[in-house]
């Protein structure tokens, strides 16, 4: 018998999806606030492309504890988008999370968007939870990341994707809010999405805006909304990470990739982008002084430079 202090833990029928790479700790922790929902999912499938999985073990005692089925890939091909493309076509539950490896959702998320798709009906493709630590950046830095376009994250931002295709992300609102994409933490759709889009694997490593991408082509055909009634909250570790010039050239790649394949190739949005890059470079110059590290204002240079001279991807580990 459930005590009477307990709340009985719900199921579900749906699917969490975890990629990971070299996170061992950060991982043991996602998936602890996962066993821990008030609702359960039907199934965890966890696509690790570390050497070693270090602490499957524990990760499959604490699923066996929560009556949760796993199914851990290991060794798998390095990729986000490949690895999150595999565990897609390894489940079948209905609607699908993907979640990074360093993500801690609160008690009730899950239970929260389940009940925001029930509420939507068809009418919605995807949801996503809010952070627990909204962004709240100054009023002259969010004045400034509008005059350029190149987006950013504050509260009640237009969830746009903008002419150069930068996202308006909003960091919190007052209620539920419509999106044009989302950026991929703590994503969800529904199964049948997957039958049209899928996950870019041109994008290489951790595929910087590779969510952004595949969210933005779900948004032309479903609805998407962010729900401040789940709530999450993204570690944003550093571990496994590129440095800083390297992390730049490879973002802006990504970006002249992404801008030439979701957006129109008119004056209009080639001068957006270009516009754009302007006001990020000027962002990054201060951001590099402030944390005295050259490589971010220096990443928009070569990468301008290279893009402009039609390099295209860039593998950083390879390169």
């Known amino acids: ?100 490896d360093d993500v801690y959702l609160d008690p009730t998320c899950h239970e929260a968007v389940l009940a925001e798709y029930d509420r939507w009906g068809d009418r919605v493709g995807g949801i996503r939870a809010a952070p627990m630590t909204p962004a709240r950046p100054p009023r002259l830095s969010v004045l400034w990341r509008k005059v350029f376009g190149i987006g950013g994250w504050w509260p009640e931002a237009s969830g746009r994707v903008r002419a150069g295709f930068w996202l308006e992300g909003t960091s919190e609102s007052a209620g539920v809010k419509k999106q044009e994409a989302f950026v991929g933490y703590f994503m ?7 039958d049209v889009e899928r996950f ?56 002249f990739y992404l801008f030439r394949k979701n957006m129109p190739q008119d004056a209009r949005h080639l001068a957006a982008l270009w516009w754009g890059l302007c006001g990020l470079f000027v962002h990054n110059c201060v951001k590099a002084a402030a944390r005295r590290d050259p490589g971010l204002a220096a990443g928009i240079v070569v990468g301008a430079w290279e893009q402009a001279r039609g390099r295209g991807l860039i593998d950083p580990a390879s390169d």
């Open 188 to 194: 969800s759709y529904r199964r049948p999405v997957f």
């Open 1 to 100: 018998m459930t005590p009477a202090t307990e709340k009985p833990v719900g199921r579900a029928g749906s699917t969490f999806i975890v990629a990971t790479r070299n996170r061992p700790q950060e991982l043991l922790t996602t998936v602890r606030s996962l066993t821990a929902q008030s609702v359960l999912p039907a199934e965890l499938c966890i696509v690790d492309s570390s050497e070693r999985a270090s602490v499957r073990g524990e990760i499959e005692d604490l699923c066996v504890e929560a009556g949760l089925d796993l199914d851990y890939v290991h060794p798998a091909a390095r990729g986000l988008p490949r690895q999150r493309n595999l565990a897609l076509d390894r489940t079948s539950g209905d609607p699908v999370f993907l979640i990074d």
């Open 200 to 255: 870019d694997e041109a994008l290489s490593g951790y595929a910087s805006q590779e969510d952004i991408d595949f969210s933005y082509r779900v948004s032309r055909n479903w609805v998407l909304v962010q729900t401040p009634t789940a709530r999450c909250d993204h570690f944003k570790t550093g571990t496994d990470r590129l440095d800083s010039m390297k992390l730049e050239r490879m973002k802006l790649a990504n970006h």
